[in-house]
């Protein structure tokens, strides 16, 4: 057997890594207003751990990485970290989620280190609604953060929303617009991890009701393929425009072609976003362990991935997105 392929013959090629659970903003899907307890520093993987994780699984066939959080800008030394990761035999790609704001700032060294693309969360076109969703961001801020990908040359960018019923709903056929300029644009339905999500029942979209939403205003939407967890289509009135990606974590799931494993901030391998297994990396990184164990604590987390996710009722609470990484 293939080492990076899984028990049911999914090939695990792709490492989402959390650097922090820290944020600048406090999203209303991702985090709770007040109270969020930062993990102490000395929770947090340091680089150099990150880094043994990395060339371990890259022994075992992970040729990409996504650096995500918390928000990965607000850490120092991110673009170290990225310089680092691509000197890694075996690496192809490195990507980053960012909410957008440290862009103007980081893009230009984050390409030369070796950055490839950036995908920014953007759930609306409209000042207020954006404070009102991320409690603390300026529209202005991750626009200024999306131009700076661009000019930076992290592209194609990919733009992702979470659709809300009541909150950012009936912006789908905009932000579906902005394809025309060469963005992707990706909906995400809503998942109810961590302690923010109080009034997930009432305020989840299906995609395919994103969807029809999308070609009653725009016109119809032409699929293009399956490209990981997203369908992806484009907008017919937009033949050379960008992408539409759906990604239905409930109501479509994708779990049959899933080809990722996640590393979160405080060190735990998690096989599935929304299952709770965990395997504990950190302490054995400072307990000494050999790059020959690190190694099979990285397989063990190829192997022990679910067949599948349950409902939205099943998933675990015990971590807020932010920790393991969206
Ligand atoms: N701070 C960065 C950002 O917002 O892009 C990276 C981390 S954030 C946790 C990664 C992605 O997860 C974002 O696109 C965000 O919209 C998404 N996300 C966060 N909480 C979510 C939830 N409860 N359901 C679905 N997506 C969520
Ligand atoms: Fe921060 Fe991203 Fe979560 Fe928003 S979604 S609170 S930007 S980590």
């Known amino acids: 057997m293939t080492e990076n392929i899984d028990r049911f013959g999914r090939r695990i090629t792709y490492l989402r890594i959390s650097v922090t659970d820290r944020c600048n903003f406090r999203c209303i899907y991702c985090m709770p207003a007040s109270g969020v307890s930062w993990q102490p520093h000395a929770e947090i993987l340091r680089y150099e751990e990150i880094i043994r994780v990395v060339r371990a699984a890259a022994t075992l066939g992970i040729r990409k990485v996504r650096l995500t959080g918390g928000e990965p800008l607000v850490r120092d030394g991110i673009v170290d970290l990225v310089a680092s990761i691509s000197d890694i035999s075996g690496i192809e790609e490195i990507t980053l989620t960012t909410n957008g704001t440290l862009l103007p700032h980081y893009a230009k060294d984050l390409a030369h280190a070796g950055l490839a693309r950036v995908n920014i969360s ?6 207020d609604r954006f404070r009102q969703i991320t409690r603390l961001g300026s529209l202005n801020d991750t626009l200024a953060g999306i131009r700076a990908a661009q000019e930076a040359g992290l592209v194609p960018i990919k733009l992702n929303a979470v659709v809300m019923r009541g909150i950012n709903d009936d912006e789908v056929a905009d932000l579906a617009a902005m394809t025309k300029d060469n963005f992707q644009v990706r909906f995400i339905e809503w998942m109810p991890i961590g302690t923010s999500n109080v009034d997930f029942g009432s305020r989840f979209v299906p995609g395919d009701e994103v969807r029809a939403h999308i070609e009653e205003s725009l016109g119809s939407l032409e ?12 907008l017919s009135r937009f033949p050379q425009g960008g992408q539409i990606g759906f990604i239905s974590t409930f109501s479509s799931p994708f779990c049959a072609t899933c080809n990722r494993i996640r590393l979160t901030a405080d060190g735990k391998l998690r096989p599935c976003l929304l299952s709770p297994i965990e395997i504990d990396v950190k302490a054995p990184l400072r307990a000494g362990a050999t790059d020959e164990e690190i190694r099979r604590l990285v397989l063990s987390g190829i192997e022990r991935k679910p067949l599948a996710h349950g409902v939205a009722s099943d998933v675990p609470r015990n971590r807020e997105m932010s920790q393991i990484g969206g």
Not at 122 to 127: K, S
């Open 223 to 234: 699929p293009l393929r399956e490209e990981g967890p997203a369908r992806v289509y484009r």
């Open 122 to 127: 953007l759930d609306t076109l409209r000042p």
